[in-house]
């Protein structure tokens, strides 16, 4: 090896002192680096297939319950029909006609009771003192509620606007007045005359509204009138020829 130049020589007292490192002093100044994680070469994860589409369900489900309700309202409907016009119904009075014996509220409140109405066979059996149901004779449309105070073969003493002092109730008739005792306020036989047996619907059993009058009505305790005399009219008979 040649020798230095002499101005590039260094005394050794002026060199910079050899650090001695150890491994463990290397090793926590500069801690290794964990490796790097290779990324993942696994495939993606791809979406499940959609489900195949399927033709729209019908409601069927629904149709079939309407039809059934309608089904069983309509197979029952001849059989309430005839349940409400020829056995029993319940029906409203209105007016004061029939007052105090029913609608006892009415000159207060105008309220109406209702009543239940046997319907079956009502013009037969009759007797003084029923409230009947009936077609009016001059407005079959219209219902009106009175009680029967003579059957065929008494004689009435009528009232005024009845043109006659007297009528004798002929046969298959009934004579038929309300409680009020305003003639003004009941339309009956003293306007009418005498009503046929087939013009009644059906005859009062009970009240069912309100509920402090609800039960059967007694009619059997009612006194009778002495403006009729039973058995004192002159009766048609019809005799019928073979």
Same mark, same amino acid.
């Given at each position: 090896?040649?020798?230095?130049?002499?101005?590039?020589?260094?005394?050794?007292?002026?060199?910079?002192?050899?650090?001695?490192?150890?491994? #463990?002093?290397?090793?926590?100044?500069?801690?290794?680096?964990? @490796?790097?994680?290779?990324?993942?070469?696994?495939?993606?994860?791809?979406? @499940?297939?959609? @489900?195949?589409?399927?033709?729209?369900?019908?409601?069927?489900?629904? &149709?079939?319950?309407?039809?059934?309700?309608?089904?069983?309202?309509?197979?029952?409907?001849?059989?309430?029909?005839?349940? #409400?016009?020829? &056995? %029993?119904?319940?029906?409203?009075?209105?007016?004061?006609?029939?007052?105090?014996?029913?609608?006892?509220?009415?000159?207060?409140?105008?309220?109406?009771?209702?009543?239940?109405?046997?319907?079956?066979?009502?013009?037969?059996? %009759?007797?003084?003192?029923?409230?009947?149901?009936?077609?009016?004779?001059?407005?079959?449309?219209?219902?009106?509620?009175?009680?029967?105070?003579?059957?065929?073969?008494?004689?009435?003493? #009528?009232?005024?606007?009845?043109?006659?002092?007297?009528?004798?109730?002929?046969?298959?008739?009934?004579?038929?007045?309300?409680?009020?005792? /305003?003639?003004?306020?009941?339309? /009956?036989?003293?306007?009418?005359?005498?009503?046929?047996?087939?013009?009644?619907?059906?005859?009062?059993?009970?009240? &069912?509204?309100?509920?402090?009058?609800?039960?059967?009505?007694?009619?059997?305790?009612?006194?009778?009138?002495?403006?009729? %005399? &039973?058995?004192?009219?002159?009766?048609?008979?019809?005799?019928?020829?073979?």
């Amino acid at each position: 090896m040649p020798p230095l130049p002499p101005l590039l020589r260094v005394p050794l007292s002026h060199r910079a002192p050899t650090r001695h490192l150890s491994l #463990t002093h290397s090793l926590r100044a500069h801690p290794p680096r964990p @490796p790097r994680s290779k990324p993942s070469t696994s495939p993606p994860s791809t979406p @499940p297939p959609p @489900p195949p589409r399927t033709a729209p369900q019908r409601p069927r489900t629904d &149709v079939l319950t309407t039809l059934s309700v309608l089904l069983f309202f309509a197979s029952w409907y001849p059989a309430w029909s005839f349940l #409400t016009n020829n &056995v %029993l119904c319940i029906m409203s009075v209105t007016g004061p006609s029939m007052s105090p014996f029913l609608n006892t509220d009415h000159d207060r409140s105008r309220a109406g009771d209702w009543v239940w109405v046997d319907m079956w066979r009502a013009g037969r059996g %009759l007797q003084r003192g029923m409230v009947v149901v009936y077609r009016s004779p001059t407005n079959a449309e219209r219902f009106a509620v009175k009680r029967v105070i003579a059957l065929e073969g008494d004689a009435v003493m #009528t009232k005024a606007p009845y043109p006659f002092a007297r009528e004798d109730v002929p046969c298959g008739h009934v004579w038929i007045e309300g409680d009020q005792l /305003d003639g003004n306020k009941t339309m /009956d036989s003293n306007w009418v005359g005498p009503v046929s047996r087939s013009l009644i619907v059906g005859r009062v059993g009970g009240v &069912v509204w309100p509920w402090r009058k609800a039960g059967r009505i007694r009619w059997e305790d009612w006194k009778g009138s002495d403006r009729v %005399l &039973v058995g004192k009219g002159m009766v048609e008979k019809i005799e019928l020829f073979h």
